[in-house]
C-alpha cells in the first residue's frame, strides 16, 4: 500500500504556493460538520439490563507482533458471524447513526471482516478488553468520530457489561463511563481543534471566523487525561472552517479568512500544528506515563454524485478492494501530517525517556475501502421535517467502525 507511505516532508511543502493561490480563488465550502449537528451523547438508560460478567481469563488472540494490522483486505465474512451487537442489544447508539433503526435495508455492510495483509485479525473480545483494561482507563478525545469510535467500544462491550455513567458535569459532550466489574473507566471529551478555540463574533465575508489557539492546548480536557492510561486523539473534520490561527496570542495566519495583511496557510498548517500541541501537551504532562494514541483521519471522501449539500451522497452496498481506490486530496494531506507529528512525538518522548508513549491508530486506509458504511440517509426518517444531509463522514453502529476497536485491542496487547 505505497500510496499510504509516508511523503517526503519537502515533497509536501513545495506545492503549498499552488495550494494557498488556489484557496483564495476558490470561493469556501461549507464542510458538512458546518451543518451536521449529530446531537449530544446518549445517556445510559439508568436500571439498564445487566449482563451477567463472565469472571472466566479467556486466552487472547493476538497477531503476530510482524503483521502490519492496518493494511489488508475486506473479506466477506462467509464464516456467518453475527454482528456484535444491535440497536437492542446495545443501549447508546446515537440516533443519527443508528441504521437499522431507519430502515436501511441491505445488512450486507455486515458481512465483511479485515483482513490484514498477513494475518488474521482476532474478533473482539469484550472480556478480554475488560481484562486488559482492569484498573485502568482510557480517554476519547476529539470531534463526533471520537465519540462515534467510543460508542463501538460501548456497544461491543455491552456484551459483559454496561457501564454506569459517572460523569461530573452535565455536559453531554464530556461523559465519563465505569465498569464497575473491572474497574475500567473510560471517557469522552468534545475538543474538535484539540486546541483552545472559540468563535469570534467578527464577520469577515466568510462567516464568523473561528480564532485557534493553535500553540494552546484546550484546557476543556488537558488536565483530565493526566491520570489516564491510554488518550485516544482524532480530529480533523472541524479544520475546514474558515479560522484565524493564533501563535503566542497573537493573529499569524488563518484558513479562508479573507482578511487583508493575514495570510493564509490553509488548514493544512492548522491540523498539524494543533496535532503538534496536543501530543506534546499530553507527553509532558506532570507524571504522565500513559499512551497517547494518534487515530488517523476518517476518509471525508465518500460523497458521489455531488458533493455533502449537493445530493451527494454513498449508496455503495460493498467495500471497495484496495486496487480499486486510494487516498487523495485532504484525506492525504491530513493523514500525511497525522503521522508525520506522531513520528515527531514518538522520537520527542523517547528522548525525553518518560514514562509516557505514542502510538498510531492508522485506521484511514482500512475505512477508504467502506463507503458503504455509513448512515447515508438512514441516520433519520425520510419525513422528519430536519435538515440533515446524506450522512456520508460518521459510521453506522453495528458497522464498520467496530474495526477500530478489534486494532485497539491488537494494539493494547502488543
Ligand atoms: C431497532 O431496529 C429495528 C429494525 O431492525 C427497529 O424496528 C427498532 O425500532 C429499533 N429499535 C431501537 C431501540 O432503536
Ligand atoms: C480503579 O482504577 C483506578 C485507576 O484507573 C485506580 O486509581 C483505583 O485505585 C482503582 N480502584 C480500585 C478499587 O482498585
Ligand atoms: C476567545 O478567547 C480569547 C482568549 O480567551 C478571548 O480573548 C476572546 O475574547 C474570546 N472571544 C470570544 C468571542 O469569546
Ligand atoms: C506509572 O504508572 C503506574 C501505575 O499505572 C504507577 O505505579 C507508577 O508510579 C507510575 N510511574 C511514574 C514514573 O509516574
Ligand atoms: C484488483 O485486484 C484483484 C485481484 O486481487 C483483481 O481481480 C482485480 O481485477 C483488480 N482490480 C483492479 C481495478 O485493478
Ligand atoms: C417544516 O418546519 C418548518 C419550520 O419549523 C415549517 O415552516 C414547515 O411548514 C414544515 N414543513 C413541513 C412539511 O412540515
Known amino acids: 500500500m505505497q500510496k499510504l507511505q509516508l511523503v517526503n516532508p519537502t515533497a509536501v511543502s513545495l506545492p503549498a504556493v499552488v495550494i494557498v493561490l488556489f484557496i483564495v480563488t476558490t470561493p ?44 489488508g483486505e475486506w473479506v466477506p465474512d462467509d464464516g456467518g458471524a453475527l454482528p456484535y451487537y444491535t440497536n437492542l442489544s446495545c443501549p447508546v447508539i446515537q440516533e443519527h447513526q443508528n441504521c437499522m433503526k431507519y430502515g436501511r435495508p441491505d445488512l450486507g455492510f455486515l458481512r465483511w471482516r ?34 462515534n469510535h467510543m460508542q463501538s467500544l460501548i456497544c461491543l462491550l455491552t456484551k459483559v457489561e454496561y457501564p454506569k455513567d459517572i460523569s461530573t458535569t452535565q455536559n453531554q459532550e464530556f461523559r465519563t463511563l465505569h465498569y464497575a466489574s473491572h474497574n475500567f473507566t473510560v471517557s469522552v471529551f468534545w475538543s474538535p481543534f484539540l486546541v483552545k478555540a472559540n468563535l469570534s463574533n467578527a464577520d469577515h465575508g466568510s462567516g464568523r471566523l473561528w480564532n485557534l489557539y493553535l500553540d494552546e492546548p484546550d484546557e476543556a480536557w488537558l488536565p483530565f487525561v493526566s491520570g489516564s492510561d491510554y488518550v485516544v486523539i482524532s480530529a480533523a473534520n472541524w479544520f475546514t472552517r474558515p479560522s484565524l490561527f493564533y501563535e503566542s496570542g497573537r493573529v499569524v495566519a488563518c484558513h479562508y479568512c479573507l482578511v487583508p495583511g493575514v495570510p493564509d496557510l490553509t488548514l493544512r498548517h492548522s491540523l498539524r500544528v494543533a496535532f503538534r500541541t496536543a501530543l506534546r501537551a499530553v507527553t509532558s504532562l506532570p507524571g504522565f506515563n500513559g499512551t497517547a494514541i494518534v487515530r488517523t483521519v476518517s476518509p471525508t471522501s465518500h460523497f458521489e454524485g455531488g458533493e455533502w449539500d449537493k445530493g451527494g451522497d454513498c449508496r455503495r452496498t460493498r467495500p471497495y478492494a484496495s486496487n480499486e481506490t486510494s487516498i487523495a486530496g485532504l484525506d492525504l494531506d491530513f493523514y500525511t501530517a497525522q503521522v508525520e507529528e506522531f513520528v515527531t512525538a514518538e522520537s520527542a518522548v523517547r528522548e525525553m525517556g518518560s514514562g509516557a508513549r505514542v502510538m498510531l491508530m492508522d485506521t484511514t486506509a482500512a475505512m477508504l475501502l467502506r463507503p458503504d458504511g455509513h448512515p447515508s440517509r438512514y441516520g433519520h426518517w425520510a419525513h422528519e421535517n430536519v435538515t440533515l444531509y446524506n450522512d456520508c463522514v460518521h459510521w453506522c453502529l453495528p458497522g464498520p467502525i467496530d474495526v477500530w476497536n478489534e486494532m485497539l485491542l491488537q494494539m493494547l496487547l502488543a
Do not use: K
Open 114 to 147: 479485515w483482513r490484514p495483509a498477513g494475518c488474521e485479525l482476532p474478533r473482539f473480545d469484550a472480556a478480554g478488553f475488560l481484562d486488559v483494561m482492569r484498573d485502568r482507563s482510557m480517554a476519547f478525545v476529539g470531534d463526533s468520530l471520537a465519540r
Open 28 to 71: 469556501y465550502r461549507r464542510s458538512f460538520f458546518d451543518a451536521y449537528s449529530p446531537g449530544a451523547f446518549v445517556s445510559i438508560p439508568s436500571g439498564s439490563r445487566h449482563p451477567p460478567a463472565t469472571n472466566s481469563a479467556p486466552a487472547l488472540a493476538r497477531v503476530p507482533q510482524e503483521c502490519d494490522i492496518f493494511r
